[in-house]
């Protein structure tokens, strides 16, 4: 089955210059990017990514680490990475390596590069969508429709007026 997932490159990995390494090993799995860009991660986006995980005690933790708070500026970014192929969520989660770096395969991604920080964060280096219901929430999350270059799910036309947009001026 052809399947699409979100793939990020969270700031621990933008910090540590690991961005050609993770794309390395993801391409083993011979998946197509079919969209990408650099994100600054505000309080609201990292709220709804992580909306699932908010009653845990590590949820404020989390939110700041997505957003790169401890890094600071200029590793305050993640890289979103739409990814689309045959079993793509299982084989990019298998190269990605389990959540808990301690205990992910020291070959996989998360396993060779994460950590734990003293305040108990899985420091994981990349984000990796578990399922194709999530995969499509988080691609729809993250994405607008234009910025992927497959159309993958539906989409309809809107005029929105009065709007503001920011232009090259
Ligand atoms: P996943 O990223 O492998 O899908 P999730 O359970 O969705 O794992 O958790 C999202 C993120 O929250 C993880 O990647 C990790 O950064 C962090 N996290 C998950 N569980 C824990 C925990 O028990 N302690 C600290 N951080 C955690
Ligand atoms: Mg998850």
Redesign the pocket.
């Known amino acids: 089955m052809i399947e699409q997932l979100l793939i990020l490159v969270k700031p621990d990995g933008i910090k540590k210059s690991l961005t050609g390494n993770i794309l390395t090993k993801l391409s083993e799995a011979r998946m197509f990017i079919i969209g990408a860009k650099a994100v600054k991660v505000d309080k609201k986006l990292a709220e709804e990514h ?1 909306y ?2 908010k009653d ?1 005690p ?1 949820f404020d933790e ?1 939110v700041d ?1 997505i957003q790169g708070k401890i890094y600071g500026e200029p590793w305050d970014r993640v890289l979103a990475f739409v990814y689309q192929g045959e079993n793509a969520i299982l084989r990019m989660r298998q190269i990605a390596g ?3 770096p301690e205990e992910a395969d020291p070959v996989s991604i998360r396993g060779a590069y994460g950590r ?1 920080t003293t305040k ?5 280096v990349v ?2 969508s ?1 399922s194709k219901l999530e995969a499509e929430r988080e691609i729809k999350l993250w994405f607008k429709p234009e910025e992927i270059v497959n159309p993958i799910y539906s989409v309809k036309k809107v005029t929105i007026e009065k709007e503001e947009r920011i232009i090259w001026a």
């Open positions: 992580y699932q995980l845990k590590f989390l680490y389990a959540t808990n734990i108990g964060v899985y420091e994981n984000h990796c578990s």
